[in-house]
């Protein structure tokens, strides 16, 4: 039935038709056929979820029927509200899209909009597939579809798109080493090169030094295990900014971390970059992609660059940067032979640094937040807990192929459909795209660790969130406060020893410099009890060549001196003999005039008056500048074992002493005395040897001095500041 009305008149045969019943048939037509008057295109659930795509721009669908116009409008529908189906509810509505716009969010005209994911309960994006037996990558697309937006117009692939001959790394010089001797193969080597710290490498080929300052792809191998990670080479000897375990595999499971040892080899892979073209092509490049608002100099055919001045995609070829009409949706890498491992980038959403979670122990199989309420936004849904806790329960919430184990760190997580996750997996920094730590391999975020002691009880509990506000704080930072209660985020500068992947963000910014712990699996913090604070002086020792002496201006050559003001007291040793105006065990004062250059005066004042040291010749050998604003630095000591000693953050001086000059009078004897006071002393004690001006000889005293008849001290007064007595706490 193509109409939901009836005839006026049914007609039997060789009856007449008289002009009274036709008018009465059109009337009826002109009167009723209205969309009410109309037959539906939804008679079933399965006719109401058709929905067909007209295509793009240039290959477009064409509908044969008015079911089939229907069916492409509802795809359309189905595309703006970014469901399965036209009709589902939309994550936002038109108000509230508004009112994110007035806040300054804007939507980009190139962006992922949907595609293939993980599944079972990971909505982390996989539509981008190694081939693992060829150099072949290839963007799923046929089972679901992939939508993206490429300047401002929508892209969607329905088959599956391949790029093959993927280009291979260099098959010689392309290897590195570990440099650690620390590293034998514990759990927190996983982390190593995350979290601000550093991988340290040492025998880098050639194939890799050639790429200092640019991201690279690796492969390690310990023992039986491979991991495949991203890194910046930014030295011979380092790698910094690491994503460690960062790719999928051709059955979509991720390829994780693995541990580390001293001397494991790192080889070199070919990164490649992968962008869909608005003709519904793949095309790569393995320079990595620049982002700049001014054309790039010295570019390759082939390279990417997003303009930030009109905000697109832009490749470089004869000659020239055109528009690409292409957008970045992953990377892929190959080993000597094939496509291992891949990583889609992430759709489109807006991000917030929204977390007021704060996890704390509540019962030995039960972490939970500590107030009602608490709101966070993961992967742009916001989770709003209202009225109830976030609870995480051990027993029951453990990730799948986790089981709790004692004496083992386990990391607290929030599913952005809002479920509560315990896993064993350290999550990454994502705090510069994101907004905060993410898993992995999961688009969940990271709110709190805790640690099962040796008994699977739930004990110490870290929340990221820390300060009592929403914000998050870099590890490390001191907090003084007179309160009894832990704040959260942090734990009580006390010396104790930590798992260091408990608090892996403190671990990967200290190390050992506050001690070593077990030596194995734990560090210790710093210290801070009835102690006062040493400021940091950092300054290394640079040797300079005779050619560096400039007797002329005065003026000492030594690059990156690491001198950031005039004033700064140095001493200078030599190999054979100082430039003459320049003496050994003599401090001066350091005038500064660039980065890589200094002058020298005799005081402090005279430094800052610009008054300079006439040096008349440059000396011989190899000279060296050192440090002497912290002439004791060498006393220093480590706070507990394997802990940082000398002038670096972390030693300590357990005791300090003071010397202030005494004059003794008794008729006719002068002696000069000093008076000396310990950290943590009673009191201070006289016991010097002084000298007796009138028999030439030695008179020593020792023990207390008495003011008896006739003898007379003075001088020598020292005040130790006033103090009170706070609370320290360390950010982890």
Request: net charge negative.
């Amino acid at each position: 039935m193509g109409a939901t009305f009836s005839r006026v008149k049914n007609w039997t045969a060789l009856e007449n038709l008289t002009d009274t019943d036709l008018d009465a048939e059109f009337d009826n037509f002109i009167t009723n056929f209205v969309p009410a008057g109309m037959d539906d295109y939804s008679a079933s659930t399965a006719q109401m979820k058709l929905q067909t795509t007209p295509g793009a721009l240039g290959t477009e669908s064409l509908a044969t029927s008015l079911a089939g116009e229907l069916e492409r409008i509802r795809f359309v529908l189905k595309r703006i509200l970014g469901n399965t189906y036209w009709y589902e509810a939309p994550a936002l509505s038109i108000d509230e899209i508004d009112t994110l716009v007035s806040l300054g969010n804007t939507i980009p005209d190139s962006r992922i909009i949907s595609g293939r994911i993980r599944g079972s309960g990971s909505n982390q994006p996989v539509f981008l597939v190694p081939h693992g037996a060829a150099a072949t990558v290839t963007l799923k697309g046929a089972t679901t579809n992939f939508v993206a937006s490429i300047d401002g117009t929508a892209t969607t692939i329905t088959t599956d798109i391949t790029s093959t001959g993927l280009s291979l790394p260099a098959s010689s010089t392309n290897t590195c080493l570990i440099n650690d001797s620390t590293f034998t193969g514990q759990s927190w080597t996983k982390i190593v090169g995350e979290h601000n710290s550093t991988m340290n490498v040492d025998a880098m080929g050639a194939s890799i030094g050639a790429l200092v300052g640019t991201y690279q792809a690796f492969k390690v191998v310990h023992s039986a295990s491979t991991e495949y990670f991203l890194a910046y080479v930014a030295s011979s000897t380092t790698l910094t900014k690491v994503r460690r375990g960062y790719f999928f595999n051709s059955a979509d499971a991720p390829i994780p971390r693995v541990v580390l040892s001293d001397n494991d080899v790192i080889t070199l892979m070919k990164i490649t970059w992968v962008f869909l073209k608005n003709d519904s092509t793949l095309d790569v490049t393995y320079a990595n992609p620049i982002y700049s608002a001014t054309t790039p100099p010295s570019p390759s055919s082939g390279d990417y660059w997003y303009d930030l001045s009109t905000s697109s995609w832009k490749r470089y070829a004869s000659g020239a940067f055109t528009t690409a009409g292409a957008h970045l949706v992953g990377m892929c890498i190959q080993d000597s032979a094939n496509c291992v491992g891949a990583r889609s980038f992430e759709f489109f959403s807006v991000y917030y640094e929204l977390n007021t979670v704060t996890p704390e122990y509540y019962a030995i199989d039960e972490l939970r937040h500590v107030a009602h309420g608490a709101k966070i936004h993961v992967a742009g849904q916001l989770i709003n807990y209202e009225h109830d806790f976030v609870k995480w329960i051990p027993s029951t919430q453990m990730d799948t192929g986790v089981t709790e184990t004692s004496s083992t760190a386990y990391h607290l997580y929030i599913t952005d459909a809002g479920k509560s996750i315990i896993s064993d997996v350290i999550p990454y920094d994502r705090r510069e795209d994101l907004y905060g730590y993410y898993h992995p391999y999961n688009p969940w975020r990271y709110v709190g660790s805790f640690f099962n002691n040796a008994s699977s009880n739930a004990t110490t509990t870290i929340s990221l969130r820390g300060g009592g506000s929403a914000h998050l704080h870099d590890p490390g930072d001191y907090i003084d406060t007179s309160r009894t209660r832990v704040p959260a985020g942090t734990v009580s500068a006390d010396g104790s020893a930590y798992d260091r992947n408990l608090l892996f963000r403190l671990w990967s910014e200290t190390g050992v410099a506050n001690g070593q712990g077990d030596n194995s699996t734990s560090f210790n913090v710093a210290d801070s009890r009835a102690r006062y604070r040493r400021g940091y002086v950092g300054f290394a020792a640079k040797n300079f060549a005779t050619t560096d002496v400039d007797t002329g201006t005065e003026v000492l050559t030594i690059t990156g001196h690491g001198i950031n003001r005039s004033g700064f007291p140095v001493r200078f040793t030599t190999t054979t003999t100082l430039p003459t105006g320049l003496s050994l065990a003599t401090t001066y004062y350091a005038i500064y005039v660039s980065a890589d250059t200094i002058k020298v005066a005799t005081t402090e004042a005279n430094a800052l008056a610009g008054t300079a040291i006439n040096i008349t010749t440059t000396g011989t050998g190899t000279h060296t500048i050192s440090q002497y604003a912290d002439p004791n630095a060498s006393t220093r000591t480590a706070a507990t074992t394997g802990g940082s000693t000398g002038d670096n953050v972390g030693s300590v001086q357990t005791e300090l002493t003071n010397k202030n000059g005494f004059t003794l009078v008794d008729s006719g004897h002068t002696h000069s005395l000093g008076f000396y006071s310990g950290v943590g002393d009673a009191g201070g004690y006289l016991a010097f040897a002084s000298y007796d001006t009138n028999t030439t000889s030695n008179l020593t005293l020792s023990g207390g001095l008495n003011n008896s008849t006739g003898i007379t001290v003075t001088g020598g007064d020292q005040t130790t500041p006033a103090n009170y007595g706070a609370r320290v706490f360390i950010r982890v």
